[in-house]
């Protein structure tokens, strides 16, 4: 059973940072394209960027150009580095394979906020 330990959320004002990272226990992190989703009140969690053990990067249109996915195999863990943050980035960010193969951890919440 794989587990997923998001953190590193918090409050940020409008145009700051921040990095949240997720840590996978389990099999099979290795071999799996790793994605972060994201989830704001009231709207569908969404897919907001992916990345495959290679490194090859996508990104939804909104982050474009601010934010940056990464990964370190040897340590399981997959990370999110948030740039130039808005309100509309206020959600609880979630890891999680792509496609979606496993169940979801906590998620860490971002609120940004002046």
């Known amino acids: 059973q794989v587990q997923l330990v998001e953190s590193g959320g918090g409050l940020v004002q409008p145009g700051g940072s921040l990095r949240v990272s997720c840590a996978s226990s389990g099999r099979g992190f290795g071999v799996n394209i790793m994605g972060w989703y994201r989830q704001a009140p009231g709207k569908q969690r969404e897919l907001v960027a992916r990345i495959t053990y290679g490194g090859y990067t996508t990104y939804e249109d909104s982050v474009k150009g601010r934010f940056t996915i990464s990964r370190d195999n040897a340590k399981n863990t997959v990370y999110l580095q948030m740039n130039s943050l808005n309100a509309d980035d206020s959600a609880v960010y979630y890891c999680?394979?792509?496609?979606?193969?496993w169940g979801w951890g906590q998620g860490t919440q971002v609120t940004v906020s002046s």
């Open positions: 999680n394979t792509f496609p979606i193969g």
